[in-house]
């Protein structure tokens, strides 16, 4: 089975620190994404990246950077969280050429 | 540019069937899909239909494309409790990247 881990289920910092998720595949996948989710809103691509070292920006890549030193391994780093960053964040990794994403369990961000 | 619609709440009764409508945009998309996430989860794929097809069946679930209305349904025949949860629609267009477009998702809510 695929499997896709995050380093934190729930995570709760203060504005103005820096903030890592950390996400993990087992797979191989060279395809690694960072989503948040929001209500209303659905999911929109931050981040994502298709091989290591390589990163790419999606839809809101603003407040946010990635790093990709492993295949199996993709960061998400807030240099300074804001409280209009609180929100779910997912991860998810896929083949180049498949047809499906998988997904990790999220983690639930706070920043007060 | 590309953009994915559902409505953001459906209730139903338990044993009745859920229709779960989604209209998309872009009429260059490849794969279209329903993912399903159940409270503090990641998102699940359910199933997938190329752009080539009209109607896909597996299970309980049927998936139907108007390609022409860019339209696209998921019903859930004999609902149950544990159908309850977000569904999420989602596209890929053809060339460059696997970028997925996710809808806003909708929630349903199965009533025993």
């Known amino acids: 089975d695929v499997k896709v881990t995050q380093s934190s289920r729930y995570l709760v910092k203060r504005t103005g620190e820096k903030v890592f998720l950390e996400c993990v595949q087992d797979m191989d996948h060279e395809n690694m994404f960072w989503y948040r989710q929001d209500p209303g809103l659905g999911l929109r691509l931050i981040y994502f990246?298709?091989?290591?070292?390589?990163?790419e920006k999606g839809d809101i890549p603003e407040g946010y950077s990635v790093s990709r030193e492993k295949k199996e391994r993709f960061s998400l780093i807030l240099e300074s969280a804001s409280t209009n960053q609180t929100s779910m964040y997912l991860c998810?990794?896929?083949?180049?050429?498949?047809?499906?994403?998988?997904f990790g369990p999220g983690t639930r961000l706070l920043v007060l | 540019g590309e953009d994915v619609e559902q409505s953001l709440f459906l209730s139903v009764r338990e044993g009745d069937s859920s229709v779960i409508n989604c209209t998309y945009t872009d009429s260059s998309s490849t794969y279209l899909y329903w993912y399903k996430q159940e409270p503090g989860a990641g998102l699940q794929l359910l199933t997938y239909?190329?752009?080539?097809?009209d109607m896909k069946q597996d299970q309980r679930l049927t998936v139907l494309l108007n390609k022409k209305d860019k339209h696209l349904s998921l019903r859930i025949a004999d609902t149950q409790t544990g159908d309850s949860a977000i569904y999420f629609c989602?596209?890929?267009?053809?060339?460059?990247?696997?970028?997925?477009?996710f809808g806003t998702g909708t929630k349903l809510q199965v009533i025993p």
């Open positions: 989602a596209e890929t267009l053809s060339g460059g990247y696997q970028k997925v477009t």
């Open positions: 239909i190329f752009s080539n097809m």
């Open positions: 998810a990794s896929s083949f180049p050429s498949q047809e499906t994403q998988y």
């Open positions: 990246s298709y091989d290591v070292k390589m990163k």
